[in-house]
Nanobody
Framework: QVQVVESGGGLVQAGGSLRLSCIAS????????MGWYRQAPGREREMVAI?????TTNYADSVKGRFIISGDNAKVYLQMASLKPEDTAVYYC??????????????WGKGTLVTVSS
């Protein structure tokens, strides 16, 4: 099994910055990609940023130029700047990984709340 744990959420004023961290742990797994999704109240979960094992990144249009994803060795970070109230959401880290010969599986963390006050 792969465990995914996020940290770094909190309350910040609009225009401020916050850094989220995520660690995937376990044994015998290989990662294809990791990243962040978020879910605001009453809305569907949406992709925020993804980073592949090769370092390729992808961002939602709404966060381009403000958020930066980075990481390696089963750790991923999301540096968020110029935060807006509409960035308020629970942020979930995920990891797409294979355990041994098992099929590729997506593992999710429990989420960390980011609240941006106006």
């Amino acid at each position: 099994q792969v465990q995914v744990v996020e940290s770094g959420g909190g309350l910040v004023q609009a225009g401020g910055s916050l850094r989220l961290s995520c660690i995937a742990s376990g044994s015998g797994f290989s990662i294809r990609d990791m990243g962040w999704y978020r879910q605001a109240p009453g809305r569907e979960r949406e992709m925020v940023a993804i980073i592949t094992s090769g370092g390729t990144t992808n961002y939602a249009d709404s966060v381009k130029g403000r958020f930066i994803i980075s990481g390696d060795n089963a750790k991923v970070y999301l540096q968020m700047a110029s935060l807006k109230p509409e960035d308020t959401a629970v942020y979930y880290c995920y990891c797409n990984a294979r355990l041994g010969l098992r099929p590729q599986t997506t593992y999710w963390g429990k989420g960390t709340l980011v609240t941006v006050s106006s």
